[in-house]
C-alpha cells in the first residue's frame, strides 16, 4: 500500500540523481502583455509556463460569447499564459472561442495546447487540422492523445496509426510537443510509459488527476508522478477538485446532481475549501494545475491561490490526507474504475 511518504521519498530519491526538473515557483515576471503568473519548468528542454492554467472545457460551456471574452481577457489579465482545450469540448465551441478572443491577440505570448480521442491515424490528423483552423493558429504548443481509457485502448490507438500520426505532427511543426490524457485508471498511464520505452520513444507531457482524494484510490499520484519525473516529463494536473464533487457541484461527466448519486459534499462536511485543494495540488511535483472556470469571480479565486502559494507543511498535508481518506473510491472521483 503506498501512501503520501512513500511518494515524497521517491521524489526525493529522484532530486538526488538529478532526474527532476525544477517545480519550484519563479519569481514573478513581465512580459509584453503585462505581469506573469509564477512559471514552473514544463519540459525537458527547460520550457516554462505558469503554473495556473486555464481550462477549455468550462470556457466553452457559455452559450455568450461575451463570458468566453471576459475569461479569456480575465486570465491574459491576471497573467495566465497557459490554455488547455480540446477538439470535443462542448463539440468544438471551445475551440472556437479560443480562435475569436485568444489567438488573435495573445497568440505569441501563450502556451496554446488541445486535444484529440481519435482512435486512428486519419481522425487524428482531422483534428488537428481542425483545430488549427478553430483557433485560428499554424501550429499548437501541445497536442495530446485524449482520454486514454485502457491498457487494450492505448494498444489499438497505437495499432491504428494514432501515435505515428502525433510523431508526425511534432516533426512537420504543426506542434511543438506532444503528450497523453486520461483520468480512469493509472494502470493505463503505466502500460503506455512502458510501451513507450520499449520502443526508444519519450513523449514529453501527461495530464492526469491530482487532487486530495487520489492518493486514497487507484493514485495516479503515487503510481505515476514518480515515473514522469524519473523520465523528465511535464506533469499537467486535472480533476484538481474531482470533477467539482468535491464542493457538491455537478460533475463535468454526468449531467446527474451529486445529491441524487449519494456523493457526499466534501467541502462542507470536512471544511476543506476549495483553496486548500489547489494548495494540496501544488505542493507536489507538477507543472501546471489546470483549473475551470465558468466566471470570472472563479477565476480570480483560483489565480489567487497561486499568487498567495509559498508552500504547505507536511503537517497540513497530513491534514488534509486523514479529512479525505473516508472519500476513497469512485464515488467522489467517479470518472475511476478498476482495470
Not at 509559498?310 to 472521483?333: F, I, M, Q, W
Request: charged letters at 25%; one cysteine or more.
Amino acid at each position: 500500500m503506498h501512501t503520501r511518504r512513500d511518494f515524497f521519498r521517491k521524489a526525493s530519491g529522484a532530486v538526488a540523481l538529478g532526474l527532476l526538473p525544477n517545480w519550484s515557483l519563479s519569481a514573478a515576471e513581465s512580459d509584453k502583455l503585462g505581469p506573469v503568473l509564477p512559471q514552473r519548468t514544463l519540459l525537458r528542454d527547460g520550457t516554462k509556463t505558469t503554473a495556473f492554467g486555464l481550462g477549455g472545457f468550462h470556457v466553452g460551456k457559455t452559450d455568450d460569447p461575451a463570458v468566453a471574452q471576459a475569461l479569456v481577457d480575465r486570465a491574459i489579465e491576471h497573467g495566465v499564459r497557459f490554455f488547455d482545450n480540446a477538439r470535443t469540448y462542448q463539440a468544438g465551441r471551445a475551440e472556437e472561442y479560443y480562435g475569436r478572443f485568444l489567438t488573435p491577440k495573445y497568440r505569441d505570448h501563450i502556451f496554446l495546447m488541445t486535444k484529440s480521442d481519435a482512435k486512428d491515424a486519419a481522425g487524428a490528423r482531422s483534428a488537428l487540422e481542425a483545430s488549427l483552423a478553430a483557433m485560428k493558429t499554424d501550429h499548437l504548443d501541445l497536442w495530446q492523445m485524449h482520454a486514454l481509457n485502457t491498457p487494450g485502448d492505448v494498444d489499438s490507438r497505437i495499432a491504428n496509426g494514432v501515435l505515428d500520426e502525433f510523431i508526425k505532427a511534432k516533426e512537420e511543426g504543426k506542434t511543438r510537443y506532444i503528450g497523453f490524457t486520461g483520468h480512469v485508471n493509472p494502470a493505463t498511464h503505466l502500460h503506455f510509459l512502458q510501451v513507450l520505452k520499449d520502443r526508444g520513444v519519450e513523449l514529453d507531457t501527461v495530464q492526469m488527476p491530482q487532487n486530495l482524494c487520489d492518493p486514497h484510490f487507484a493514485s495516479f499520484q503515487l503510481d505515476v508522478l514518480p515515473e514522469l519525473k524519473s523520465r523528465g516529463y511535464g506533469a499537467l494536473a486535472m480533476k484538481t477538485m474531482a470533477g467539482g464533487s468535491m464542493m457538491g457541484k455537478l460533475i463535468d461527466t454526468t449531467p446527474r446532481r451529486i445529491a441524487e448519486m449519494g456523493i457526499p459534499d466534501v467541502e462542507h462536511q470536512t471544511g476543506i475549501t476549495p483553496a486548500d485543494m489547489h494548495r494540496y495540488v501544488y505542493s507536489l511535483p507538477i507543472s501546471v494545475l489546470i483549473s475551470g472556470c465558468e466566471t470570472v469571480d472563479q477565476l480570480d479565486s483560483n489565480v489567487k491561490v497561486l499568487v498567495d502559494f509559498h508552500g504547505l507543511p507536511d503537517s497540513d498535508k497530513d491534514r488534509l490526507l486523514a479529512a479525505t481518506k473516508p472519500y476513497a473510491g469512485n464515488v467522489v472521483e467517479n470518472y475511476k474504475r478498476t482495470l
